[in-house]
T-cell receptor
């Protein structure tokens, strides 16, 4: 596609519910990032994939967060047993090569946990 | 984590004036920096980048300056337009290319 696509755009979840957020990176992009952005703050790194390999997951806040990219293209960020503090915008970005220059972001998924 | 901060959280300029947005970073090992623009309800949009072996890079109406001595980055926007109104973030790569550290952002308001 022309850009990074994320779905859904908005998600409302009841506390304790599991959610899955999808990211379609730009075709051919090797690198994929997930970021979390709280209201009024800059994005915070969650995890990084190079093709299907998850090379860095140091930013995942707890073991309730899980990300995968099984075929090296589409990625899913799963949050189990959501809590109110998980409410944020989840951003996905992709970059053409492993040097990760010019990372392009999707529009994000706004998750609200009620 | 890394510390990337901005001196001015909000900047108001008149349409047609030049804008300067500043950013300080803390990791002297950072060798790649990006400026992003984020409009309300949208993801960050890449504006311009610079590597540490440069001190200046120009794009269309934008210039990024890097001062490694004082670990300072700035974004200059020439002839600011209403469409430039957004939040601007600087990001640094720290000591690897696998993640970027973002500042908290500067909101630019362009008055017509």
């Amino acid at each position: 596609g022309a850009g990074v696509s994320q779905s859904p755009r908005y998600k409302v979840a009841k506390r304790g519910q599991d959610v899955a957020l999808r990211c379609d990176p730009i075709s051919g992009h090797v690198s994929l990032f997930w970021y979390q952005q709280a209201l009024g703050q800059g994005p915070e790194f969650l995890t990084y994939f190079q093709n299907e390999a998850q090379l860095d997951k140091s930013g995942l806040p707890s073991d309730r967060f899980f990300a995968e990219r099984p075929e090296g293209s589409v990625s899913t960020l799963k949050i189990q047993r959501t809590q109110q503090e998980d409410s944020a915008v989840y951003l996905c970005a992709s970059s053409l090569d492993v040097l990760n220059t010019e990372a392009f972001f999707g529009q994000g998924t706004r998750l609200t946990v009620v | 984590g890394e510390s990337v901060g901005l001196h001015l959280p909000t900047l108001s300029v008149q349409e047609g004036d030049n804008s300067i947005i500043n950013c300080a970073y803390s990791n002297s090992a950072s060798d790649y920096f990006i400026w992003y623009k984020q409009e309300s309800g949208k993801g960050p949009q890449f504006i311009i980048d610079i590597r540490s072996n440069m001190d200046k890079r120009q794009g269309q109406r934008v210039t990024v300056l890097l001062n490694k001595t004082v670990k300072h980055l700035s974004l200059q926007i020439a002839a600011t337009q209403p469409g430039d109104s957004a939040v601007y973030f600087c990001a640094e790569n720290g000591d690897n290319f696998n993640k970027f550290y973002f500042g908290s952002g500067t909101k630019l308001n362009v008055k017509p």
